[in-house]
């Protein structure tokens, strides 16, 4: 059975402080691994992942994949406030198929 | 541009009824994909559209439906409706064949009661 699994399921961190969101997959026929930032409602797309060792980075946002651990880190250095949200991270298994993990919650603490 | 619209922003039905959600994708794309989102749990796949014509679906029982228009508009619909089938539901669009990066709407949040 496909699944992606999201660790921690939450967190609470201080202002400044550096985090790493985990998400381990086991899937058929994988294609990309996505990460997504969802705060009230709409999930907004941050990273698409699809070579092993790639470092992507945005800001104070990095992640990067494992293909033969199969998993992916999610980093953010010096978190503010507005960093406070649920991570998704989602798999692209074949054609058409996405499967998400639970995501984690992210509490910044001023 | 508008980003991906959705309508109605809350319904509230009863078991048994049928509800029909709605999903404006973002002009220029072709592509729709519709989400299921229980509260606490991660989205799940419920149908792929790619020039109305379904590309994918996902674990999802018959009662749920899913078309696409010639403006690449798209209607999910739901029959006889179940409690379990309270959830966010999320529409997302993509550019045309490159269903990776998807822009997620801002959903529909249905209660059955």
């Known amino acids: 059975e496909d699944k992606v699994v999201q660790s921690p399921l939450s967190l609470v961190v201080h202002e400044g402080d550096t985090v790493t969101l985990n998400c381990s997959y086991e899937?058929?026929?994988?294609?990309?691994l996505l990460w997504y930032k969802q705060e009230k409602k709409a999930p907004t797309f941050l990273f698409m992942l699809?070579?092993?060792?790639i470092e992507k980075k945005s800001g104070r946002l990095s992640s990067i994949l494992d293909k033969k651990e199969l998993f992916s880190i999610l980093n953010i250095t010096a978190t503010q406030t507005g960093d406070s949200a649920v991570y998704l991270c989602?798999?692209?298994?074949?054609?058409?198929?996405?499967?998400f993990g639970t995501g984690t919650s992210l509490t910044v603490i001023p | 541009d508008a980003g991906v619209t959705q309508s109605p922003t809350h319904l509230i039905k009863t078991r048994g009824q049928h509800v029909t959600l709605r999903c404006s994708p973002i002009?220029?794309?072709?592509?729709v994909s519709w989400y299921q989102q229980v509260l606490g749990q991660g989205p799940q796949f419920i149908f792929q559209?790619?020039?109305?014509?379904?590309?994918g679906r996902g674990n999802f029982p018959d009662r749920f439906s899913a078309r696409q228009f010639p403006n690449y508009s798209s209607e999910l619909n739901v029959n006889a409706l179940l409690l379990g089938d309270s959830a966010l539901y999320l529409c997302?669009?993509?550019?045309?064949?490159?269903?990776?990066?998807?822009?997620f709407g801002p959903g529909t949040r249905l209660t059955v009661l």
């Open positions: 699809t070579s092993s060792g």
């Open positions: 997302a669009s993509s550019r045309e064949g490159d269903y990776n990066e998807q822009f």
């Open positions: 989602a798999v692209e298994a074949g054609r058409n198929q996405f499967y």
């Open positions: 559209y790619y020039e109305k014509e379904e590309r």
């Open positions: 002009s220029g794309h072709k592509s």
């Open positions: 899937v058929t026929n994988f294609r990309s």
